[in-house]
């Protein structure tokens, strides 16, 4: 749990964080754009030891031989191809791989490249955006060609894993903004909790929009993440910061870790939420032209309620690069459309197509994530002194 493991950087932020916390909130509220960045005094060599704890937390980006739960990287992915195979072989049971043959090859594959193609660009560039406008709001100012070879990183170690990915992020924040290896933890944690609650927005208003979507078997799950994500935001906007300094409650507000979701402000909630929506209506398009490319008529309707369920579980930590899960969701979710065989066949094109088109952005993250790691091994180096994290 990321509370419970709370770095020595963070610590010593804690201790002159409060004031300089209200104090950037005021800015927030008049409509200035400050970075949240501040200076702080810690022992170096703590800093650069605060990536072990934010490494379990999932994915910090700091050095450290061992995964989650002690696990070794190597065994944490063979563990996930592992799941994702026997979530193939699941799926694929009772398939024709004869008619799977005949499927792919009546498919119209300059029409599935390019839906295809757009729907990753879409994904590429507002992502690309989004992280800029969110970074640029806790950091300072952040251009989206800044981040491109980190948005190239993340894309491609996705193959890899989906928690070495998200470390990125992490590293990018502390080698290139200074920020202290949990507070970037933070700030992802900050734009999931955004994901969730529009994920859990689209669900309901799909249920209520085409109540025929198999969709609707999720409105408990839509109901409840969404009144947890009302009760987390009212939370941090307006009572949290009245708790008594003895209370747990405020404890947990007061943590450097959610030093993000106490500064951020409705603008940044409605900016961020805007974007992601354009991300997913973009995704839903170019799901629709994939299944028209392979001959399956279905409702752009039906298509687009599914979309924000595709993209949950799609992206799940799980499954790597959407393998297994991919297949389970168009086999299930589309049972009524067509045959099993022409989803199955579909499937295994998204996620070929997903795989090579992120293998060449190795060519792009090499040597900016090289640098940086270089960086960060020259902390760990430095004898312990007084300095700026």
Known sequence: MVTGKISASDSAEEQAGRAKDADVATERASGAVAPVVNTIVVPAGQ??????????????????????????????NLITYAVAAAIIWYAARGVSWTQVADAAGSARVWLFVAASLGGFLCWFAGETIMYSRLFSYFYGPTKPRELLPTMSAVYFLQIVNSYVASSAFVLFLHTRKRVPWMKGVGTLLFQAYLDVTLISILMLVAIMMVPTSPIRLGLDYGAGALVAACIIASFFLLWGARLGSGNWLRWIYDRPTFASFRLA?????????????????????????QFVSFHIPIPLAQVLALTPFIVAIGNSPFSPGGIGTTQLIFILGFARFAAKEELFALSLAVTAFNLLVRIPMSVFMAKPLADEAVEVQRELITEPKFGQV
């Open 47 to 76: 800093a650069s030891g605060s990536g072990a704890p934010a490494g379990q937390a999932g994915g910090s980006g700091a050095p450290g031989g061992r995964g989650r739960g002690g696990f070794s990287p190597l065994l944490q």
């Open 265 to 289: 402000r409705p603008p940044l909630y409605r900016k961020i939420l805007a974007i992601r929506f354009v991300i997913f209506l973009g995704v839903g398009f170019s799901l629709y032209g």
